[in-house]
């Protein structure tokens, strides 16, 4: 089975262990590579290096960034009494192109999953309470995905922040832009109605 | 026709990458299945609301060179009450969890198929632990590893006033084999009669049943024992419920 050179082997290898590539598209990419001019390589192989030495997680919220703060807890014309949270470092990516939200975020890293034996000590949940123990929060937004883990995270801190006095809500879910009304299952439909408003 | 139908619950949903989810069906017909669903993370995908977890659902099936995969799916029972608090998602992961652990792939069990299906809908209005105690020593008889509760499991002779329950021994001890087993420990007439009750009433019985606190705890940790000795592991999901759920009931 060795039909390339060790260091080609290696480098095919390097990049079929990354989320989505297959071993085809990793061999397209190592040969794109070593054809491709040598500065390519290099330019590629230092912005790995350099995004993975110097981002780190926002000591604030948890999303990535390379100083202390993200550039979202840092800028100072954001509401600070509202905050949305959210699995992942991306969900805040797709929560900004809204344009919608101006407040702030908290990432979890995570979601709870009692199949997979996550419970809420493996999430930055701690951190969260910290942060509400310390600021005027009006609003928890809970941006967790509609998934029964999703669910399963919102709950529980709903569970835990609504004593607090804290108004805590969850992103609508209900039916997705361009859908069929036929084609919905019921739990969608029901949420939709549960999330209804009124129209002007 | 490479296709095929199957109604199936599903137990579990795993991401798999560009949108696509690898589901582990729990089938009448077929028993245990793994398939993939494509595009069912995208919200404008039809199936998605069809293939989440602890769904009753009818699938169309594509038979595949490697992995079959979901042509079409309709729902039969979502049942939405499954996913309105942490305690029902956790007894619900709980039963799908050990329904994985019980059985292998493409074996045949249609009475834990309707087992299952019978505890799911029945957790809406029934008390969830007493369902779920049931649940365990129903699934694991169905499975073959029945525990004895009549008479004594080691020497065959009827039960004495004093006895005992061991795992690796299969069930009730006498009080002479109880003595001889490391593993036994001494259990009361009551629980075993309790025992009994969930193993051979039907669930949509059980709510007849009055369990006190103190047999709850007991009946808890025996069966948790001997499914282990069965399955080797402890399930993620009993743990879960151990640590962050048990104590919410405790209350009701
Ligand atoms: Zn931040
Ligand atoms: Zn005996």
């Given amino acids: 089975m060795n039909y390339y050179t060790k260091t080609v082997a290696r480098l095919i290898d390097q990049f079929s262990r990354l989320p989505g590539i297959g071993p085809k598209t990793a061999q397209r990419l190592a040969f794109y590579l070593l054809v491709a001019p040598p500065e390519v390589a290099a330019n590629l192989a230092n912005a790995i290096a350099e995004a993975r030495t110097t981002v780190r997680y926002c000591q604030v919220c948890g999303n990535f960034t390379e100083g202390d703060r993200c550039f979202i807890c840092s800028d100072g014309r954001r509401s600070t009494d509202i905050i949305c949270v959210v699995e992942r470092p991306r969900d805040i990516v797709a929560m900004e192109k809204t344009k919608g939200f101006r407040g702030l975020y908290h990432v979890l890293h995570g979601v709870i999953s009692p199949m997979e034996g996550v419970g809420p000590g493996q999430l930055r949940i701690k951190e969260l309470m910290r942060r509400l123990e310390g600021a005027p929060v009006k609003e928890i937004i809970l941006a967790t995905n509609p998934s029964v883990e999703g669910d399963a995270t919102a709950l529980y801190l709903a569970g835990l922040i609504n004593p607090l006095e804290i108004r805590v809500t969850r992103l609508a879910h209900g039916l997705p832009v361009g859908a069929d009304l036929e084609y919905a299952d019921q739990i969608t439909l029901s949420k939709a109605l549960e999330g209804r408003r009124v129209i002007k | 026709m490479k296709l095929y139908q199957v109604d199936a619950i599903v137990l579990r949903s795993v991401e798999c990458g560009k949108g696509d989810k690898l589901l582990l069906l729990f089938s009448r017909r ?221 209350h009701v």
């Fill in chain 2, 30 to 250: 077929l028993g245990r299945i793994k398939v993939i669903a494509h595009g069912v993370s995208k919200p404008s995908s039809r199936k998605r609301g069809f293939v989440q977890p602890f769904t009753y659902s009818k699938f169309l099936i594509r038979r595949g060179r490697e992995l079959d995969s979901v042509s079409q799916c309709e729902g039969i029972a979502m049942f939405p009450f499954l996913r309105q608090s942490l305690a029902m998602i956790s007894y619900a992961s709980y039963l799908a969890e050990l329904t994985l652990a019980l059985t292998l792939e493409g074996e045949k069990n249609e009475p834990l198929f309707q087992l299952i299906l019978e505890t799911m809908r029945l957790l809406e209005s029934g008390e969830a632990e007493i369902l779920t105690r049931s649940f365990e020593i129903k699934a694991v008889s169905l499975v073959g590893y029945r525990p004895v509760l009549d008479i004594c499991a080691g020497c065959g002779q009827g039960l004495t006033r004093d006895l005992f329950f061991s795992a690796g021994g299969g069930g009730t001890l006498c009080e002479v084999c109880g003595l001889g087993d490391q593993q036994a420990f001494p259990i009361n007439k009551g629980v075993v009669g309790t025992l009994k009750a969930l193993l051979n009433l039907p669930q949509d019985r059980l709510h007849q049943l009055k369990v006190s606190p103190a047999y709850r705890r007991q009946i808890r940790t025996l069966l948790s024992r001997y499914l282990k000795y069965y399955l080797e592991r402890d399930l993620k999901s009993a743990a879960f419920i151990d640590q962050f759920i048990e104590d919410i009931w405790s």
